[in-house]
């Protein structure tokens, strides 16, 4: 345990920071995942609509830094391309 004022603050303040970072990362998957059940049950336009709120969430992970941002930009480019790929399936 740390002894130092300023030590026990940073274990405080790294302990507050990553219960943040993993509430918005699993925050971040759970969109993925409502994308992904909907593509899976061929609802296009209920894909199409989870992907339209699931965006921002996404996003708003990479500016926080808790997802890289070509991540992010992956992630979402699959999903679209998948949503598309419904249209002709």
């Not at 918005?24 to 049950?41: L, P, Q, W």
Request: net charge positive; glycine share 4%; proline share 1%.
């Amino acid at each position: 345990m740390a002894n130092i004022a300023s030590a026990r603050k940073r274990i405080r303040q790294t302990a507050k920071r990553t219960a943040r970072n993993t509430a918005r990362k699993s925050r971040m998957r759970t969109f993925i995942k409502k994308v992904e059940t909907a593509i899976e049950a061929g609802d296009q336009a209920g894909a199409r609509e989870a992907l339209r709120v699931a965006q921002p969430e996404i996003q708003r992970a990479a500016s926080k830094g808790v997802a890289h941002h070509n991540t992010v930009a992956r992630k979402i480019s699959r999903l679209s391309a998948r949503i598309k790929a419904l249209a002709t399936a």
